[in-house]
């Protein structure tokens, strides 16, 4: 939507100022809601078929990070983001692409 039909509602500074990043609570969401979407997006048979990351290192890479061991939510992110993309793209796979149950409701 363009600036000019915000205007009126919203304040000059907010409208006509710098644009600024957000942040998203990915680290919650992978211990959460996410985690069984990141597991299955991330199993083993997909990691396998696709061929380009082993398996049990994407799997220690869950584990530790929604046992709290540490943040590796970009990690998460960006496997899951590659993932997904190549069922789309490049495997081809029909029907819409897959969303997490926690966000279909």
Same mark, same amino acid.
């Given at each position: 939507?363009?600036?000019? /039909? !915000? =205007? ?13 990043? /957000?942040?998203?609570?990915? =680290?919650?969401?992978?211990?959460? +809601? !996410? $985690?069984?979407?990141?597991?299955? &997006? !991330?199993? &083993?048979? %997909? !990691?396998?078929? *696709?061929? /380009?990351?082993?398996?049990? #290192? %994407? *799997? ?5 990070? %929604? ?7 970009? *990690?998460?992110?960006?496997?899951? #983001? /590659? &993932?997904?993309?190549? $069922?789309?793209?490049?495997?081809? $796979?029909?029907?819409? =692409?897959?969303?997490? +149950? #926690?966000?279909? #409701?």
């Amino acid at each position: 939507m363009s600036a000019i /039909f !915000l =205007a009126p509602l919203l304040p000059r500074k907010i409208v006509y100022g710098r644009k600024r990043g /957000f942040s998203i609570p990915a =680290a919650a969401w992978l211990r959460g +809601e !996410l $985690e069984p979407f990141a597991r299955d &997006t !991330l199993s &083993t048979d %997909v !990691l396998r078929r *696709q061929g /380009f990351f082993r398996p049990e #290192a %994407v *799997q220690r890479l869950i584990d530790d990070h %929604v046992a709290g061991r540490e943040d590796l939510s970009r *990690q998460l992110w960006g496997l899951l #983001a /590659f &993932t997904l993309w190549h $069922e789309r793209h490049v495997e081809r $796979e029909p029907g819409p =692409a897959r969303i997490p +149950e #926690a966000l279909a #409701a």
